[in-house]
Each structure stands twice: as C-alpha cells, then as structure tokens.
C-alpha cells in the first residue's frame, strides 16, 4: 500500500489511532528519546539517543514474584507483560533493521514469552534518512540502506510537503487504514519523487566497513591476534556501546527480595553486557575472557562472525551509536577495518 | 520444557548426602517435583535450579535418566546460591527447570570400552552415565573409573567402591596436575582401542587430561567433556555462555574433543 500523506494530516493520522500509545522523538534534557507522543509528532530529530530496543525488551524486566513462609513451598506469580498496543514512529531504517535480529534471537530454539508480549504489540513506523543523521553512519556497507524498509510496517519518506507513506506488513496496513481519508493515492510523479529522494539519499557518503563478506572469515583467522589486545587498551568496560546497540541482547537475571518474613521478592532480567569482566567469571575465578581485548574481540566477532555463521546475517546495522557513545573513542569501523586489513 | 521457559517448577528436597567437608564443601540433594510431572532429561544434561531470594545456578543432573523419581544434584559451595543450597533442610521446596543441553551419545557406544575420568565435583556431570552404563554393564566392554581431587576427600566414595569388581575403580588414580604425563596407573590399565573416555572437571584439568589422552592414542572423536561456562538463561538468549557460533546451554555442555577443537578456546 502506497499512500501520500501531507504534513499536516500527520497528527490528525496519530489521532485516528488514538486507541494504541503512540511513541516518537522528543528532545528531553538535551537528549533525544521515544517518548509517549503529546498532540504532536515531531520527526526533525537527528536520531534518538538509543534505539526502541526497550519498547519489546525493556532494560529492567520481572519474570515473576514469589513469596515463601519459611519451610513451605512457595508461591510463584507469573508476571508475562500486559502492554496496549504501541505504534512507535519516526524509527531509522537502521533500527529498523534490528527488528528481525532481535526476533530470530527470541525465536531460535525457544520462544522468549516476555519478548514477544510486548513484541507483538509494538508497530514500526520509520522514516528515511535523506541526510545521514549521525557522521558515524554506516548502514550502506553492512547490507542496509537509509531508506531500508526492513523490520518495518510503515516506511515514511520526506517529500517537502508530504510524506510518501508505504506499509510494508499487514500490520503497517492496518495503521494506514485507520486514517484512511487522510491519505491520498499516490501518483506516478510521486513515485518518480520517490526514487530520486531515495537516489539522493543512497548516494550521500558515509562511514564503510570494508568487505563485510569476507569478515566472518577474517575475524575467525585474527582469533588470536595480538592487535585485539592493543585496539582494546583504552577501554573501560562501561558497557555502553552494547547498551546502546539496537541489536545486544545479553542479559543478566537476578533475584530482588523486598520482604524478609514472609520472604518476599522478584525474579528480574537486566540488560548485561560481554564487555563487563565479570560476564563470564567462573564462581572459581577462571575467567575465560579475562582480559579486555577478548571482550572486545567477542562483541565485534559476535556481530561480524558468530552471528553470520548462525543466520547469515551480520548483527550490526550500522547505526553508530557506539562509535557515537564510547567514551574513550573505540570505533567499531576501525576496529573491524584495522582488524580485516591485519588478516590480509 | 514448560510454556514459560523461565517459570521454576517447584520440587521438595527429599535427601541431603554430605559428600566433602570444609571451605568448598560439597553435598548431593535428591530432589522430587511437586504436584506437576517433572521432566525426563538424558545423560549429560542440566537443570537451572532456584532458592528464590538468592536466585538460579545451572546445575547438572546427576542421576541416570533411568531414575524417575527423583533428580539428584551435586552441588559444591562456592557462591550465593549454592551457599543457599548447603544451608537447606529436607523438606524444603526449591525450583528447578531444565532440562537444558545437549547429552552424551551413549546409544552409540555399546559395545565399547568406557573411561571415565572425574576431578573433584567433575564427577557429577558423568556420574549418570557411569551409573547408566552398570544399570546395562553387560552393553559395554571394559569400564575404568578415575577419580582425583585437589582436597583427600572423595565424593560419592561409598558408590565408588561398590563400582569394584564389576569396573575398574582408580581412586587419586588420575594425577591431573601432573600435566602432559600420562601418569602410571593410566598408562597400564587404558588403552585407546574400541574405547571411549569421558573427562569431567576443573578447566585447567580437563586440558591436561586431554593431552594425556591424546598421547595414550586417542583419536579426537573418542574424547569427550563438558564445559562449564557461567550460564544464566539456560535458553540461548543471555548470550553468557557464548563460544565462538555456540550457546554452550543450548549446544552444549557436552563435546566431543573433535568438535570443541572447533570452538574458539574461550571456555
Ligand atoms: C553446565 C553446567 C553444569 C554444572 N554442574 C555443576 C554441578 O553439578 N555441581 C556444581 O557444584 N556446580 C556445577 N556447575 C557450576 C555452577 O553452576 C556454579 O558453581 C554456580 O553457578 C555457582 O553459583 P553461586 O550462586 O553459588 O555462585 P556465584 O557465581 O557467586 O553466583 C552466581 C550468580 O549469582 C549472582 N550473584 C552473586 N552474588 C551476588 C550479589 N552479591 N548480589 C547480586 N547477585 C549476586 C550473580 O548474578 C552471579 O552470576 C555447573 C555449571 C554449568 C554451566
Ligand atoms: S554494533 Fe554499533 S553500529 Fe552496529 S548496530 Fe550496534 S550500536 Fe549500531
Ligand atoms: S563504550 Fe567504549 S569504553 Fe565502554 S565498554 Fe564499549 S568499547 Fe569499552
Ligand atoms: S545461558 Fe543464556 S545463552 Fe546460554
């Protein structure tokens, strides 16, 4: 489904589908986020500070609460998310792109039953970049485009005055059927618009990773490489560059206890990070990646090897966050360029 | 495996065994589900198990899966929720889900020699198969036992002693940090032939024993262990127990040698 829709109808869309909670970009404290929509969308945002990740894997997460008197069984209540139905727009085609990453995370093997609770209720309305909203974009070499629709249900482009408006899923379909007499049909000179807007923006420059095909094969020869060690000098295992990567996963699950007698608490999934040194520490102290080039070597191989090797896929999407976030400049470019150009 | 897969069900401690005293003291448990049905799990596997308030550890299933009653589990006190576990009472109600991992191919090896090489709470992880394998000893060929441990003390001792006579029982036999050595005893009683050797333990151990056994002419397919990497979700997501394309939760814990080869040495 093709649709135009002109600017000023966008919040009158958001209006028709005032059943679901509706997110986009505010700026908030200098920092751009998602936020519950007010009576009007903004999408002038560079890109958000972090991806909607959370919106389907939140950073703090109960599985369930428990309860237990001394000596008797206790008593477990499970807590699977109750979410309303969330449209979140303005999401670049990078994080967009996370999506079925995520999701094949979630699937493989076992259904992760909170993931896909809220996951289900979560609707993807993107907008292509016709500028590259960060300088450390890199979506083109690792198989995405600025004006990629995967992962997606509706993919807006900036047409001037109005946006082209294309669903992509059933889901996206129904979104646009809501607001249906605010759309208009969209001609052959808007498709002609279209595709020289997308045609610009696939030709703006970015940052590349080179030869991302030849990575997992290269990461695999360099296992052992005494570069890791030295490209990871100045890190300080802040973990940022996971916590803000649309596409980490890893997680941590602890008990918190908010009564003694009867005991009383929560089973609660946290966001972890590879890059923590006690990510993989044994209880006895063996460690086996006990130092920080080894950490560093996992996430960048996780994404450009492991992952690949698993779904022939690479599990980065280019958005730069974590080139953006580190505080001490370690550069998942450079690092794999550096690392690619050593394997020969 | 349930609808939730992070969901325990509850089972009631029905036996407590002191196996090992002192700092890392070690106990076995024979645990029951309560009012659900349990689940049948294979030689090899394990189940994450719960005190709630203190939180999960991944555990392995120590009893042959020819027991159905109970699972048994033993567990050496080294941190938070093992700590909770030495301080439980019977009776008490614990959680436990699984089974999670991949387990030993044991259907394939009838007919051939077993070796079994355990160092300290490493015995738990082959103990269902050593038991498995004297429930049908008339299955397999000849079946050795070695047993070392860094403390004097012997987990499962009286077990282990009743295994003499119909198994080839090596107490402190194995002297693993003797690395690079295929060290006496070893050397006269295994022989690679038509046999299979299973190696459970400490890390630093099981590299060692695999060089041993690799000099008694062991080909790579005939080796087999298990890894222990620090575990959280049991399901493949949390991404802990990652090595190089595996979920060891999911892939593992069990390898043979040929295939761990394959693995970057992260674990
Ligand atoms: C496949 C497999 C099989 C195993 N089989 C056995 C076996 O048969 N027997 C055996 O004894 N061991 C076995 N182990 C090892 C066992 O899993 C570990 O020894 C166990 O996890 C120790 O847990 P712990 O809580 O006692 O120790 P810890 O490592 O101290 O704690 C575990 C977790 O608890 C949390 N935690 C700890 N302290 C705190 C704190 N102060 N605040 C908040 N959170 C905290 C952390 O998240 C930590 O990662 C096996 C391991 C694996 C992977
Ligand atoms: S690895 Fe970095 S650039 Fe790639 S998706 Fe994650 S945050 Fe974005
Ligand atoms: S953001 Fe930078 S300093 Fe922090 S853990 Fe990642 S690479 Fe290391
Ligand atoms: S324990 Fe979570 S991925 Fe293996």
Redesign the interface.
């Known amino acids: 489904m093709e649709k135009i829709l002109h600017k000023e109808r966008l919040d009158d869309w958001i209006a028709a589908l005032s059943d679901r909670e509706i997110l986009s970009p505010a700026l908030e404290d200098g920092v751009w986020a998602f936020r519950p929509a007010g009576a009007a969308v903004r999408l002038d945002y560079p890109n958000t500070t972090q991806p909607p990740k959370g919106l389907a894997f939140p950073q703090r997460e109960v599985?369930?609460s428990?309860e237990?008197v001394k000596?008797?069984?206790?008593l477990?209540r499970?807590t699977?998310p109750q979410v309303a139905q969330r449209v979140v727009f303005g999401v670049r085609p990078c994080d967009g792109r996370a999506v079925p990453r995520m999701d094949k995370?979630?699937s493989?093997?076992?259904?992760?039953?909170?993931y896909w609770a809220r996951r289900k209720q979560v609707a993807y309305v993107g907008l292509a970049c016709q500028q590259p909203p960060s300088s450390n974009c890199f979506c083109q070499s690792v198989g995405g485009s600025p004006v990629s629709s995967d992962g997606l249900d509706v993919l807006l482009t900036d047409l001037g005055e109005r946006y082209f408006a294309a669903a992509v899923s059933e889901t996206g379909k129904a979104l646009m059927m809501a607001g249906e007499s605010l759309f208009e049909a969209a001609t052959d000179a808007d498709r002609a618009q279209l595709q020289g807007a997308h045609a610009a923006a696939l030709a703006r420059p970015q940052r590349a990773v080179r030869d991302p095909d030849a990575l997992p094969s290269k990461l695999k020869a360099s296992?052992d490489s005494p570069l890791w060690e030295e490209l990871a000098r100045a890190c300080i295992g802040c973990g940022i560059c996971t916590f803000l990567c649309p596409t980490c996963?890893?997680?941590?699950?602890?008990?918190e206890?908010t009564g003694a007698a009867p005991?009383k608490?929560k089973?609660v999934?946290t966001w972890?990070t590879?890059q923590f040194p006690d990510?993989?520490?044994?209880?006895?102290g063996?460690n086996?990646?006990e130092n920080s080039g080894?950490r560093l070597r996992?996430r960048v191989s996780?994404k450009f090897?492991?992952f690949h090797?698993?779904f022939a896929m690479h599990q980065c999407t280019g958005c730069g966050r974590c080139v953006t976030g580190c505080p001490v400049g370690i550069d998942i470019v450079s690092v794999v360029n550096k690392v690619a150009e050593h394997a020969g | 495996m349930q609808d939730n897969v992070y969901l325990p069900q509850l089972a009631r401690v029905v036996r407590i065994a002191d196996e090992v005293a002192g700092e890392r003291a070690i106990k076995t448990y024979h645990v029951e589900p309560l009012d659900s049905a349990g689940f049948e799990h294979a030689c090899g596997q394990c189940a994450m198990l719960s005190i709630f308030g203190r939180g999960e550890m991944m555990i392995s299933i120590a009893s042959s899966p020819l027991v159905k009653e109970y699972k048994q589990f033993t567990i050496m006190r080294t941190g938070r929720v093992s700590l909770a576990f030495h301080e439980l009472a019977v009776g008490d109600v614990v959680g436990m889900r699984g089974p999670y991992g991949n387990s030993f191919p044991i259907e394939a090896w009838r007919g051939k020699n077993l070796v079994f090489i355990g160092g300290g709470v490493g015995l738990a992880p082959i103990w269902p198969l050593i038991t498995t394998a004297m429930a049908q000893r008339g299955d397999f060929g000849d079946i050795g036992v070695f047993y070392s441990t860094r403390s004097s003390s012997i987990m499962y001792r009286a077990e282990l002693e009743a295994l003499r006579g119909q198994a080839d029982v090596h107490l402190e036999g194995w002297r693993t940090h003797q690395a690079g050595v295929a060290a006496g005893t070893a050397e006269q009683t295994v022989t690679a032939e038509n046999s299979v050797a299973v190696v459970c333990g400490p890390p630093a151990m099981i590299k060692s024993v695999i060089q041993n056994l690799c000099q008694l002419g062991f080909a790579d397919e005939q080796i087999f262990t298990t890894l222990e990497n620090k575990m959280k979700c049991g399901v493949g997501k949390c991404g802990r127990c990652n090595v190089g394309k595996d979920y060891v939760c999911v892939k593992g814990p069990v390898y043979s040698w040929a295939e761990l080869k394959k693995l970057p040495q992260e674990y």
Do not use: K, W
């Open positions: 599985f369930f428990f237990q000596g008797e069984a206790p477990l499970q699977l995370v979630f493989d093997h076992v259904e992760d039953p909170y296992f996963h890893c997680f941590d699950i602890n008990d206890v005991l608490g089973r999934r972890d590879c990510f993989t520490m044994h209880t006895s063996h086996p990646r080894a996992q996780h090897q492991y090797e698993n």
